[in-house]
């Protein structure tokens, strides 16, 4: 590693990340900011803080009283209704198909109270959810969102109404023990957007009311808990405790509202405007007795990102359903057993597409070593990320390799062997002119850096570059350069020495100025390479068997489409085994997705990251 020199603030980019590339590339997985989990056992005991033992439901009924339960607050991401009024949902009938109302509740749908630790004071403070009674032999089972289950001093109130005379009607029911699959997790302190927000969902066993009845004898029914079976479009009740325009926690319901997949998940979406913050956990009910109470729970609000969207809409609520994961969980929490564990694997995306917008360029080759292909991605904000394939077409980990404002003047990377030690190295054009070459050490990190270009070079003006086998050798170290100008140009056997070897394959013209991204791979098995282009208008060519002779054979993927113009970054390698290559896309809505096996056609189309909802 070179001490960096001064230069004009562009041209000190190369030397300052280089520095943060070889000296972080050891630091542990940390990559992203928003990656710090929390786990959430699958079993959980509920205790009374302090002392060390199940609590009571005659301590719950000293504690909760009717103050203490009108002074809590919603415990969910879901926003509150803005201060001046209304939410919009409310206002525009127009803007939603349906809205709540409140009514007067149903035995089986009570709130869910506890007590947690507010983050921004460090207190301990009051928050609700919604809850509903399932089925159970002993009658002792209710069922919320996993983002809702834990804290202290669990309490469970059926048909709870802050309005009426009485606001607990049934009395109070002491949680004493959780069971949730243990595969749900917090990331950055919020629910997760990742695929195991489909387990967003937990059981609680409560103990008898003050009376000594069990909370399904005193309501006097019970839901049923039921699946969809991969049928999303389903009609259903949708009832809870919305703490927005509710000063008295009056229940709240959408009845006869139609609902469809949540794309990419094993959820349900409604649009039913009302459900601020304090409706996770609501149950999403097929045949609904209004007396009773009784009927069919196939989903709770929660799911992706506890239950909404990013926005804070009342109107869109997602539901976690019920597969054959949750059944165990269910009978866990009705024979008061200890469920099956499984792993939880990596996720790439715990907060979902809203993460990866941020993701700008991508670079893939084999930086670790164990011969599967690896990513490389430069973030917006100037981090430098490297994934660990798994060689089936995921990821297996990721760590950090630098973080600096530097990195957001990359304005083009490759990654390539351009030293011929089969450890790939990255190659990076910065907006001043300067290109480096980062040598791999082939343990996901960098040796050193060698300066290819000086600033202010005329690698200004180069827009894309992809690296390839397009020669006789058969490294890795063959330069694809698409110029400002529409210029193409092939730089073989490119090493530290420097761009010795160079070709013209397209003069300066008015259609490759509008070759958008490259991407290359080995897609169709011959001794060269291929290269894929995203063009401005979304069309999508391959050119098959580029060498410097020219460019190749062109074949035509996707003809001028809207759809492809989102697509925003682009990279190829072997992710899965065997040939041919797959192409990794990253698109404006943050989804990521895996082309495997493309050829002449692109291949199945896999995501690996779900699009930012909306």
């Not at 996770?280 to 045949?287: A, F, K, N, Y």
Request: aromatic content about 10%; hydrophobic content about 35%.
């Amino acid at each position: 590693m070179r001490i960096p020199t001064l230069r004009d603030a562009f041209g000190a980019c190369a030397a300052i990340a280089a520095s943060a590339l070889v000296l972080a590339a050891a630091s542990p997985a940390s990559a992203r900011p928003d990656a710090a989990t929390r786990t959430v056992p699958t079993v959980s005991a509920a205790h009374d803080a302090g002392r060390g033992r199940a609590w009571t439901s005659a301590e719950a009924e000293k504690f909760w009283t009717p103050e203490r339960m009108a002074r809590a607050t919603p415990d969910s991401p879901r926003g509150e209704a803005p201060a001046d009024g209304r939410a919009e949902s409310l206002v525009k009938r127009a803007a939603a198909p349906k809205n709540g109302v409140y009514f007067a509740g149903v035995p089986t749908v009570g709130t869910f109270f506890h007590y947690v630790r507010d983050p921004a004071t460090d207190q301990l403070a009051g928050r609700f959810c919604s809850a509903s009674v399932v089925d159970s032999p002993q009658g002792n089972v209710v069922l919320t969102a996993a983002h809702c289950s834990g804290g202290s001093k669990g309490m469970f109130v059926p048909r709870y109404d802050g309005s009426a005379h009485n606001p607990t009607p049934y009395g109070r029911f002491a949680v004493q023990r959780w069971i949730r699959d243990a595969r749900w997790y917090q990331a950055g302190g919020h629910p997760t957007r990742d695929a195991y927000s489909d387990f967003d969902y937990a059981f609680a066993r409560v103990a008898a009311n003050g009376r000594g009845q069990s909370v399904q004898k005193a309501v006097g029914a019970a839901l049923k808990l039921g699946q969809v079976n991969g049928r999303y479009k389903q009609n259903v009740t949708v009832i809870g405790y919305p703490g927005s325009h509710n000063p008295k926690n009056r229940p709240f319901v959408c009845a006869g509202v139609n609902t469809r997949q949540l794309p990419g998940y094993h959820q349900m979406r409604m649009d039913c405007g009302g459900f601020y913050g304090g409706t996770s956990g609501s149950p999403w009910i097929t045949g609904l007795n209004k007396r009773t109470g009784s009927g069919t729970v196939i989903g709770n609000l929660g799911g992706y990102y506890g239950g909404g969207l990013e926005n804070n809409s009342d109107r869109i609520s997602f539901a976690t359903t019920y597969d054959r994961r949750a059944l165990e969980i269910y009978d866990a929490a009705q024979n008061n057993t200890t469920p099956p564990q499984y792993p939880r694997g990596y996720s790439m995306y715990p907060t979902g597409g809203g993460l990866w917008q941020r993701a700008m360029k991508t670079a893939s080759g084999d930086y670790t070593g164990d011969g599967r292909t690896d990513m490389i991605v430069v973030w917006g904000d100037g981090e430098v990320t490297l994934y660990t394939g798994d060689g089936s077409g995921g990821f297996s980990g990721e760590h950090r390799i630098a973080k600096s404002s530097t990195w957001t003047h990359a304005r083009t990377i490759a990654g390539g062997d351009f030293n011929s030690d089969n450890a790939s190295d990255l190659m990076v054009v910065w907006s001043d002119g300067e290109v480096t070459l980062y040598t791999g050490d082939g343990n996901g990190g960098f040796a050193g850096e060698t300066r290819m270009a000086k600033p202010g070079s005329t690698w200004k003006g180069a827009v894309q570059i992809t690296a390839g086998r397009y020669s006789a050798n058969q490294s890795i170290d063959d330069l694809m350069v698409r110029w400002a100008d529409g210029r193409v140009t092939l730089f073989t056997d490119v090493d530290g020495r420097g761009f010795l070897h160079q070709h013209r394959l397209q003069p300066p013209n008015g259609t490759w100025r509008h070759a958008t991204l490259l991407a290359a791979g080995n897609f169709t098995g011959g001794a060269d390479w291929d290269l894929v282009v995203r063009w401005s208008d979304g069309g999508l060519t391959l050119y098959r068997d580029s060498s410097a002779s020219g460019v190749g054979t062109d074949i035509r993927l996707r003809s001028s489409n809207k759809l492809w113009t989102q697509a925003a970054v682009l990279t190829a390698g072997a992710y899965t085994p065997g040939g041919p290559d797959d192409l990794l896309v990253r698109w404006s809505d943050g989804e990521t997705t895996l082309y495997t096996d493309t050829t002449t056609t692109l291949g199945r189309e896999h995501m690996l990251v779900p699009p930012k909802a909306g």
